[in-house]
């Protein structure tokens, strides 16, 4: 696996406004959905892409079916399935998403030949990184044994 340099990660998460999240879950407990709530309210323009939950709101957003069904510009797709399901995700990106710039794996996904295709026309690539950690990590936010909890304890 690749080792992303801090500057390399700042860079993408800097250039990058609009993330489409797919396989967001709109279960509050769930990894997708915090990480994508977060990024929204970093700033992120976040477009939810999960078909079983296609026309419900998540976030002020509709969820979408699939990224074919989303009419705007995408900067980054923020994949949250398994590694085998990668290829066709990346496929359709390449496809389908005007002004793609990142295909991102969320933490352990990972597929060397998807990432080669997405590589060779041209996008970033990061596997198995989250961007709420690198985010947080990278812009002075993790506290208190790196998570950033929001809670000072006068005990520590």
């Not at 797919?22 to 997708?32: C, D, E, F, I």
């Not at 990590?137 to 520590?156: C, D, H, P, V, Y």
């Amino acid at each position: 696996m690749p080792d992303y340099t801090d500057q390399h990660l700042k860079d993408v998460l800097t250039r990058n406004k609009t993330i489409a999240v797919v396989g967001v879950s709109t279960n509050p407990v769930r990894p997708s959905y915090y990480v994508a709530r977060y990024l929204g309210l970093k700033g992120y323009r976040v477009l939810p892409v999960n078909p079983g939950h296609a026309g419900k709101s998540l976030f002020g957003q509709t969820i979408h079916a699939s990224l074919s069904d989303i009419q705007e510009p995408v900067d980054m797709v923020d994949i949250f399935r398994r590694s085998e399901a990668v290829p066709p995700i990346v496929e359709e990106a390449l496809e389908v998403c005007k002004g793609l710039q990142t295909i991102w794996m969320q933490i352990g996904v990972e597929h060397a030949e998807a990432a080669a295709k997405a590589e060779t026309a041209g996008l970033t690539v990061i596997q198995n990184r989250c961007p709420k950690i690198e985010y947080q990590r990278l812009f002075g936010e993790l506290r208190m044994g790196g998570f950033a909890t929001g809670i000072i304890s006068s005990k520590l």
